[in-house]
């Protein structure tokens, strides 16, 4: 297949946004990148997404929320040309022990807004498979080794509201045994933003300031670090608010020293997932927003291998997940694999995802599933 022009987007955990990007690809190496963009959700489009964090198909507060990313998104994705577009949703809830996922927006409704296919609904059939549904972007982290000219494995640590990583081995086909390992680490982002929006109206530690204020307490890290979750072996994936019980102790801290706290368990995680990588990685890439942290990344120095914003290698740390979603949905296009066993845990190779074009036709790929209705949203001028 040829490389095509593909447009992602990605409105993560952190909820403060959405990201877009174009990626030259035929869903199997890079050719090139394009342009990119990003809104940033107003303080009402972030209460409705916030207030339906949680809630499943139905509940009362769905559908408002989904009605504020499909607008967004189309705000924004309606600035770019492209052939295909690949729609990620807002996550409101992962829980893949019970076989369900819910990523808030239909892509149904942004094919008629936008006049070109959308790919959609990644994580469903991974999940009615027995895989995690998360991360979902080691596919194009190995293509991104390549891309760099990486021999050597390495990492690719994201940031967002809860932390992920991907191990890699660039030397194997993506698809081969042994060439992913991905999983997420543990909490990252999010305690800190909601903790800084609680106590200083703000929806992230800018500069890591708050955290440089404050003092880790060394016994809570250690108490947090003994969740069951660390010691479960990957791949495994995290909700956003997956350690808020276990996390209660730090938040009743001052808020500085709460937020450095936050920053020790993110460094103590992280180190708790290379040692259970296949080998210690040559290198760590960090993107996501963590990596404009100053507090997080000083934190991470003290790893057993190089660390460096992912930028130190030529790709961009703001738009790596947009991009992720405009590389897997040339592959859903393709029939190619979007997850495998060493990244979500499936038991074998699938492919996911669901392809919707304009005027209401839908061409579903197999074992995928619709799960939202659609809402009317007039196209941006």
């Known amino acids: 297949m040829e490389q095509i022009r593909a447009l992602g987007a990605m409105s993560g955990t952190s ?36 207030r339906a964090v949680g809630q499943w198909q139905g509940d009362p507060d769905v559908a408002a929320a989904a009605e504020v990313v499909e607008t967004c998104h189309a705000r924004l994705l309606s600035r770019f040309d492209a052939d295909v577009v690949g729609f990620h949703g807002q996550t409101l809830a992962h829980d893949p022990a019970n076989r369900r996922t819910h990523q808030a927006g239909d ?41 760099i000219g990486a021999t050597e494995p390495l990492a690719i640590l994201n940031l967002g509201g809860v932390g992920n990583l991907t191990w890699i081995d660039p030397g194997k086909p993506m698809e081969a045994e042994g060439a992913l390992l991905a999983f997420d680490t543990g909490p990252a982002n999010a305690p ?81 997932a290379l040692d259970q990588c296949p080998t210690v990685p040559t290198r760590l890439l960090v993107t996501g927003g963590g990596r404009l942290n100053p507090a997080i990344m000083e934190a991470l120095a003290g790893l057993p291998t190089r660390v460096d914003p992912i930028e130190a290698a030529g790709l961009n740390g703001d738009m790596l997940e947009a991009q992720a979603f405009a590389f897997l949905a040339v592959r859903v296009l393709r029939g190619l694999p979007t997850s495998f066993p060493g990244t979500t845990g499936v038991s074998a190779n699938v492919g996911g995802g669901e392809v919707s074009r304009r005027a209401g036709i839908l061409d579903s790929l197999p074992n995928s599933a619709r799960h939202a209705g659609t809402r009317q949203v007039t196209k941006p001028r």
């Open 15 to 50: 909820m403060d946004g959405v990201d877009a990007a174009v990626v030259m690809t035929d869903g199997e190496s890079i050719a090139g990148f394009g342009p990119h963009g990003y809104l940033e959700y107003s303080t009402d489009d972030r209460a409705a997404i916030a």
């Open 107 to 147: 892509g149904a409704v942004l094919a008629e807004v936008l006049e070109i296919p959308v790919v959609w609904d990644f994580r469903t059939t991974d999940v009615t498979l027995g895989g995690e549904g998360a991360p979902l972007a080691p596919a194009y982290h190995h293509a991104c080794a390549r891309w």
């Open 192 to 272: 800190i933003n909601d903790l800084c929006m609680d106590w200083l109206g703000q929806p992230f530690d800018r500069d890591g300031a708050l955290a440089r204020e404050g003092v880790a307490d060394a016994d809570l890290v250690s108490q947090l670090m003994e969740n069951g979750y660390f010691f479960r072996m990957p791949p495994k994936s995290l909700d956003r608010d997956s350690f808020r019980q276990a996390g209660a102790a730090i938040d009743a801290l001052p808020p500085s020293h709460a937020a450095a706290t936050w920053v020790a368990v993110i460094a103590a995680s992280v180190a708790h």
